[in-house]
């Protein structure tokens, strides 16, 4: 009989990292997961069992902090694969952004170390569109995973430097110290689409201040989005095909949408829960002056000058991932999950 693998998932909490532990138990997989406080234990379980798993007997649990060496060993024992999907997404402008960082950069050292020393065959990494097309401008070309971030760029958020110095961190242990160790990374864009739970990532304050009403005026500034359930699958893809190794992949839904056509949506589809859904578009060149003066919009100004030309045919031709969800379908998805949890304000 083949033997059952078993992958460790960090985050077993997080929107991206449960979607991602129920489908590798759908897909028979023996799962490993690391919480911050064993405490969450019985509402991940809860969650599973209320989207369809039956038995939890391949999963369990252990109890990491990415700051801390305690108990990593023992996440990493017998494990075959690691996904690295844990790491603090902030949008609050930190007092300190070295400390707010810390975790993310220590983070991934800390998962790649001790996966070495476990002899784990490979490493996958939650990365970021963040830290791969934010510098890329030029409208008329495509943005790959050829490009990086710079991790200086004017208006870059504290969160996305993080995930920008992390990945780098991480490809500099590997070339220096990975040894047998292979890695992978995921860049996504934009994660929506269904919650498993009431939690929701901070990727959803894109819909959330449009529905609560507090963008009184909506910046015209381009999107890429992808479906949470197009995320997990592509991490067990760069998990397991031997094309994988060493290898960046952007995860993306096709095509691109602004936030004037996000509104347009929500007031088209749901007429009644996006009654405080502003129409009203704030001109560039306004984001542009305001930019001067307000960490806000210097942040808008960078996102509006991004390209979303943004090519996903390096996951489609290496590991045959097929998106699943369009982008209209993914915010109509999103938009189910928090009418049933009730997350609306
Ligand atoms: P999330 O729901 O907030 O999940 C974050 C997870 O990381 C949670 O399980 C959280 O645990 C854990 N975590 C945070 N700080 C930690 C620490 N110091 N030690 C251990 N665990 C820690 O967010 P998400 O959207 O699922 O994000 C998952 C990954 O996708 C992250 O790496 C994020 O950067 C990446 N990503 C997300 C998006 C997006 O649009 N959502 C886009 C690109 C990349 P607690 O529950 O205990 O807080």
Redo the contacts with the bound molecule.
Sequence with gaps: MEKIETVLV????????LQIVLQLLQKGYRVKT????LK?KDSVIETLKANGITSVDNLSFVE????KDDNWAEAMKDCTYVLS?????FFDIPNDENEAMR?AIE?ILRVLKFAKSAGIKRVVM?????ALGFSHTDKNTETTEADWTDPNLKGLSAYEKS?GLSERAAWDFIKKEGGNLEFATIN????LGPSLSK?I???FDILNHLLDGSMKVVPNIPLNIVDVRDVADLHIRAMTNPNANGQRFIASADGQISMPEIAQLLKNKFPEAAAKVSTKILPNWILNFASLFSAQAKAGSMLSKVNRNVSNAKARKLLGWTPIATIEQTILASLESISKYGIIK
């Design positions: 960090t985050g077993g909490t997080g929107f991206v990292g690391t919480l911050r406080s969450s990491a902090e990415l700051t999907v844990a790491s603090p997404v975790p983070g939650t990365s970021s569109f963040g995930k996504p864009v934009a994660i939690h990532s901070g990727s």
